[in-house]
């Protein structure tokens, strides 16, 4: 294993106990094979839609946030979720174990919906997409309004996805056992954010970390300009006694830009996010060793060795393909 040089430590460490609220920030967190320990353990369950509400298409769920009401066990997981306190967009606390949450969250967001649990692992029911629903996520029409882009620009290129995450999205709206979008840990540079920041229309602030959703936001020793994270997929990083495989690169889509406590709408954000990375900020990974990670520890990256020839012309050959399956995804989304 070769070193990249290029060390950092860690400057914040975020767990969100609801998909698409807004999530706490800790001192330390426990990081096993399934991702971050308690993060994503509930999620709004669109009872019209019959499907799990995602920030994308349930803008308002990002007014409201989520604190454990007692910092959860090692015993908490699929099937074992402590109680949350949610707090709604004018501030009232209400917890799971009441009976108003629902009632509130149904009036929120206009339609009637209901906090749930993560189900235990070998429950598929709240996962899987019915044909549908698959339809309706490939249509161009809604991956444009999922990325906010207009009819005259050109859809995302999803080819960074590996076969096997593409036919996951196809068929779950969460990857089954987990309510996070694709990945079990999420990881954010702050040279990013001030390289995004730097772009941004003269006079504007610094984009806030929490529009960007992180379970872990690394401060690299040495600060440019760039996206150092985009060159990190493949390789392994450690942070304390963790140690992390870099997937892929993290497509955005409209859920920055949107409003939530603190935050303005910030529609600028969709181009200068096309304009300044394709469209990519951070990265996903999964986990290869188990720990727990603090505040300040350290950070460090390892690249395996360069890939040959055969390995690059795999990898084309791989990227090639997916862009094929998009196109006749979308073909086929339209025939319908």
């Not at 209400?94 to 967001?109: K, V």
């Not at 229309?201 to 600060?223: H, I, K, W």
Request: with cysteine; aromatic share 4%; proline share 7%.
């Amino acid at each position: 294993v070769w070193e990249i040089d290029m060390s950092g430590s860690v400057a914040q460490l975020w767990r969100f106990p609801v998909k698409s609220m807004g999530g706490t920030l800790v001192d330390e967190l426990r990081i096993d094979r399934r991702g971050v320990h308690a993060d994503r353990l509930w999620a709004v369950r669109d009872l019209e839609g019959n499907i799990t509400a995602s920030a994308r298409r349930a803008p308002a769920l990002l007014g409201c946030s989520a604190r454990y009401a007692i910092d959860p066990g090692p015993d908490a997981g699929p099937g074992n979720a402590p109680d949350v306190i949610v707090t709604m967009p004018d501030g009232i606390e209400i917890s799971s174990a009441g009976t108003d949450l629902d009632s509130r969250l149904s009036e929120l967001l206009g339609r009637e919906v209901q906090l749930t649990a993560l189900p235990p692992r070998d429950d598929t029911s709240l996962h899987r997409l019915s044909v549908r629903q698959t339809r309706a996520n490939y249509s161009p029409t809604e991956v444009r309004r999922d990325f906010g882009l207009s009819s005259s620009e050109t859809l995302p290129d999803t080819s960074v996805f590996s076969t096997k995450q593409v036919l996951t999205l196809a068929r779950y709206a969460t990857p089954p056992g987990t309510f996070v979008d694709l990945s079990p840990v999420h990881v954010l540079s702050t040279s990013s954010l001030a390289t995004l920041s730097a772009g941004a229309a003269t006079g504007s602030a610094p984009y806030d970390v929490r529009r960007f959703r992180p379970n872990v936001l690394v401060a690299l020793d040495e600060t440019g300009d760039g996206y150092p994270e985009a060159g990190w997929v493949g390789s392994d990083v450690e942070i304390g006694s963790v140690a992390l495989r870099i997937t892929n690169q993290t497509i955005r889509c409209v859920v920055p830009t949107r409003p939530q406590p603190g935050l303005e709408r910030d529609r600028a954000l969709t181009r200068r996010l096309a304009e300044g990375n394709q469209r990519f900020l951070g990265v996903y990974a999964d986990v290869d060793t188990a720990g727990v990670v603090r505040v300040g520890d350290a950070v460090r990256v390892h690249e395996s060795a360069p890939p040959s020839r055969l390995q690059e012309a795999a990898a084309a050959a791989g990227r090639a393909m997916m862009r094929q399956v998009q196109r006749v995804l979308e073909v086929t989304v339209l025939r319908e």
